[in-house]
């Protein structure tokens, strides 16, 4: 808790390094600083408009001010979500660098010119965009979001001498409407190109589009495994092993119902720290691994893969090296 | 589907493997069409050699409860149901009687074709 705590402070204080920046500048610049200061460009030329340095001053310091102020308030204040929280910094951090670079620009430029309407922007734009990228920062020390995740009590009773293995095949009707469409897309797009015999002009798109319908065709049937390896899932049709789970590496399985909107929305999501294969709303597995990092998948019955899993996860049937490979 | 294998039984794994393929279809777990595990990797799965899992196909298939693709694997028959399974429980049964009896199968088959003539 106190090292979650110290991060969360220290993400905020990071938010205030921008704002700190702006009035250091000034307070550095001031006396050497024109009275006008270039604020707009258009294209690659000179300014285009001037603002007085209050008010270009006053205006960057709401800009990366507001962050700053924002951000130590979302480090103490209480019952918002690790992920809500970490949104917030990044959107934040955007935000308050962008201000504080706009300001170090448009006062260093013009302090150099010396006339407002003579700075050229030039390749300092590419520093204005990657300020946006400050918000990364705030971003990445905030504490990791920890899913809620619970373990399934049933288990099932094996004798020493026996082993259990679950298997299913899913199909993800989706994924095939997906492909046809994709199908149908391409044949619209580069089948005058195949037809006149110009595939070489339209290579790359034709690469790019076959391996999209690869892709997704590769999620139309899903064998999905439990058994003393752990949890697999396999393409059914390519036989392309998709999600590998090993045994040991399983803390928690839970047999839960799936909203899409809960795990990024239908077919095969990955976002930080999740990864899921959502193909319709209603029953699932959600498997956390000790990594803390959560993996779900919609089946029709999780409840026989997630009491199996447990099952061998605990030890209660013959594990591997237990027996050798027997022939009956 | 769940199946659970027990080494230290006296049926045959490959015998327990279609006894649950065969349950399976009898609750319904497993619908005409659907498709079974490929033998390999329910061998590697349970632990057993794969030939124990394509003797319990075979069987399943002589039964007609499955059917096998060649290259696509095996597949409940669209004509496997409940009945015919408990038909193929109640053949086996019959089977098993009738040898411990001595019975030798045109003795058995004569037994049927009185049973059905009469």
Redesign the interface.
């Known amino acids: 808790m106190r090292a979650e705590i110290t991060r969360r402070s220290l993400a905020g204080a990071s938010l205030c390094v921008p704002v700190l920046v702006v009035i250091i500048s000034w307070l550095a610049w001031r006396d050497a600083l024109p009275a006008e200061l270039a604020s707009h460009w258009s294209g690659s030329g000179p300014a285009d408009d001037a603002m007085a340095v209050g008010t270009l001053l006053a205006l960057n310091l709401a800009l990366s001010g507001v962050p700053a102020v924002a951000g130590v308030a979302v480090s103490f204040w209480p019952g918002i979500s690790a992920r809500a929280r970490r949104g917030t910094y990044f959107f934040l951090g955007v935000f308050g660098g962008m201000g504080a670079v706009t300001w170090l620009l448009s006062a260093g430029l013009t302090m150099q010119v010396g006339d407002p309407y003579e700075v050229v922007l030039g390749p300092w734009v590419i520093v204005s965009i990657v300020a946006a990228g400050y918000g990364l920062i705030p971003f990445a020390i905030s504490p990791k979001p920890r899913f809620e995740a619970t373990d399934v009590a049933r288990r099932f009773e094996f004798a020493p001498s026996e082993t259990g293995a679950w298997s299913q095949t899913i199909t993800g009707n989706m994924f095939a409407w997906v492909a046809i469409g994709l199908i149908v897309l391409g044949s619209v797009i580069y089948g005058p190109a195949v037809i006149d015999g110009r595939v070489s002009d339209q290579f790359f798109g034709i690469a790019v589009m076959g391996a999209a319908i690869l892709l997704v065709a590769s999620f139309i049937r899903l064998r999905v495994t439990a058994d003393w390896r752990g949890l697999r899932v396999v393409s059914a049709i390519f036989r392309i092993p998709l999600k590998r789970i090993r045994l040991e590496a399983i803390d928690m399985i839970e047999a839960a119902e799936l909203r899409p909107t809960e795990w990024g929305g239908w077919g095969y999501r990955i976002m930080p720290g999740r990864s899921a294969v959502i193909l319709r709303k209603g029953p699932g597995l959600i498997v956390t691994t000790t990594n803390q990092k959560q993996f779900a998948i919609t089946l029709d019955d999780p409840e026989t893969p997630a009491a199996l899993l447990a099952t061998l996860r605990d030890g209660n049937s013959a594990a591997p090296g237990d027996s050798k490979e027997v022939t009956s | 589907?769940?199946?659970?294998?027990?080494?230290?039984?006296t049926v045959?794994?490959?015998v327990q493997i279609a006894v649950q393929v065969r349950s399976g279809v009898v609750n319904g777990e497993l619908k005409p069409g659907?498709?079974l595990?490929p033998a390999r990797?329910?061998a590697?799965?349970?632990?057993?050699?794969m030939?124990?899992v394509l003797r319990a196909y075979a069987q399943l298939r002589d039964d007609g409860v499955i059917e096998m693709r060649q290259g696509r694997g095996a597949f409940v028959r669209q004509d496997a149901g409940a009945g015919l399974i408990r038909v193929t429980e109640l053949v086996a049964e019959l089977m098993n009687e009738a040898r411990k009896l001595g019975l030798t199968q045109p003795d058995i088959l004569r037994l049927i074709q009185r049973g059905g003539a009469t």
Not at chain 2, 1 to 9: E, R
Not at chain 2, 44 to 49: A, P, Q
Request: net charge neutral; glycine share 0%.
């Open positions: 589907m769940l199946f659970v294998v027990d080494a230290a039984l045959s794994l490959a659907d498709r595990p990797d329910l590697k799965s349970l632990r057993v050699n030939h124990t």
